[in-house]
Nanobody, 124 residues
Framework: QVQLVESGGGLVHAGGSLRLSCTAS????????MGWFRQSPGKEREFVAA????????VYAASVKGRFTISIDNAKNTVILQMNSLKTEDTAVYYC?????????????????WGQGTQVTVSS
């Protein structure tokens, strides 16, 4: 059974940085596609970034491209989301997700495994 545990959220001023981690267990993840999503109150969960575990190909939402970087730490079985130049509109609960196949569709319903989420709050 896939288990995903996020960490690294917190409170930061606008313009600052945070580094989120998602520790994965329960499977060999080299064939997996990993994603980060976020959800703020009253809004639908939205795609942030994704990476192919073995090849390292990445995809980003337009709203975070150039500010966020998704990567894999193979030694720690961890997916990292480095968030720079944070804006107040980045405030949300951030979720790690996993799926076993490639698709150009990055809606939440296409990911089968989810972590519990970590809160990111960006103050002005």
């Amino acid at each position: 059974q896939v288990q995903l545990v996020e960490s690294g959220g917190g409170l930061v001023h606008a313009g600052g940085s945070l580094r989120l981690s998602c520790t994965a267990s329960g499977r060999t993840f080299t064939s997996y596609y990993m994603g980060w999503f976020r959800q703020s109150p009253g809004k639908e969960r939205e795609f942030v970034a994704a990476i192919n575990w073995s090849v390292g190909n990445t995809v980003y939402a337009a709203s975070v491209k150039g500010r966020f970087t998704i990567s894999i730490d193979n030694a720690k079985n961890t997916v990292i989301l480095q968030m720079n130049s944070l804006k107040t509109e980045d405030t949300a609960v951030y979720y790690c997700a996993a799926r076993t196949y490639y698709s150009a569709n990055y809606t939440p319903g296409t990911f089968s495994s989810w972590g519990q989420g970590t809160q990111v709050t960006v103050s002005s």
